[in-house]
T-cell receptor, first 110, second 117 residues
Framework: LAKTTQPISMDSYEGQEVNITCSHN???????ITWYQQFPSQGPRFIIQ???TKVTNEVASLFIPADRKSSTLSLPRVSLSDTAVYYC???????????FGTGTRLQVFP | EAGVAQSPRYKIIEKRQSVAFWCNPI?????LYWYQQILGQGPKLLIQ????????DSQLPKDRFSAERLKGVDSTLKIQPAKLEDSAVYLC???????????????FGPGTRLTVL
């Protein structure tokens, strides 16, 4: 399974857009890119998943360039409640095994 | 829809004691996972069940950890004997994944925080 690299931490202020980039240079042809969010004292929660181009849901957008070697999770107008750890994961359609890295710790300030 | 249930939420034991965690997945979810999350790290998969069969236990320390999923529903994870380095949060997750189906979202429970003294 492809290894991912993402920033250890990021700071933002309420109302700003936050973009978290993940690098996955060894992504395989059938790999999907998935992002999970984890609040303190809770289990991770699925945010969004994509294969190529752009995916948007009610929570976030996921941008994937043509070479798929990186992806960017975009959180529009963050609030204090978006303070959490965000994990980027890469996995294939033939397995749902999740390999978590250390994630990106997002701190949103008022 | 009820989420993944885990108990207990917290457990404190001394090293060399034994401990067991319980998980009840979302109804109808065929696949169940146990993860270990050490403070400051991402979750690490310990074992994956599909129904009542083990799919992957390659990272389960089998000399001290065991898990079962009788009847393909609830699951228990046991540690015997516990070591100091077992202090972590133990997360259970479930998904609807069945063989041959593309990737499915995993739903996580709140976890059990284990402290080994």
């Amino acid at each position: 399974l492809a290894k991912t690299t993402q920033p250890i931490s990021m700071d933002s202020y309420e109302g700003q857009e936050v973009n978290i980039t993940c690098s996955h240079n060894n992504i395989a042809t059938n790999d999907y890119i998935t992002w999970y969010q984890q609040f303190p004292s809770q289990g991770p929660r699925f945010i969004i998943q994509g294969y190529k181009t752009k995916v948007t849901n009610e929570v976030a957008s996921l941008f994937i360039p043509a070479d798929r070697k990186s992806s960017t999770l975009s959180l529009p107008r963050v609030s204090l409640s978006d303070t959490a750890v965000y994990y980027c994961l890469v996995g294939g359609a033939d397995t749902d095994k999740l390999i978590f890295g250390t994630g990106t710790r997002l701190q949103v300030f008022p | 829809e009820a989420g993944v249930a885990q108990s207990p939420r917290y457990k404190i034991i001394e090293k060399r004691q034994s401990v067991a965690f319980w998980c009840n997945p979302i109804s109808g979810h065929a696949t169940l996972y146990w993860y270990q999350q050490i403070l400051g790290q991402g979750p690490k998969l310990l074992i994956q069940f599909q129904n009542n069969g083990v799919v992957d236990d390659s990272q389960l320390p089998k000399d001290r950890f065991s898990a079962e999923r009788l009847k393909g529903v609830d699951s228990t994870l046991k540690i015997q004997p516990a070591k100091l380095e077992d202090s972590a949060v133990y997360l259970c997750a479930s998904s609807t994944r069945t063989s041959g189906v593309s990737y499915n979202e995993q739903f996580f429970g709140p976890g059990t925080r284990l402290t080994v003294l």
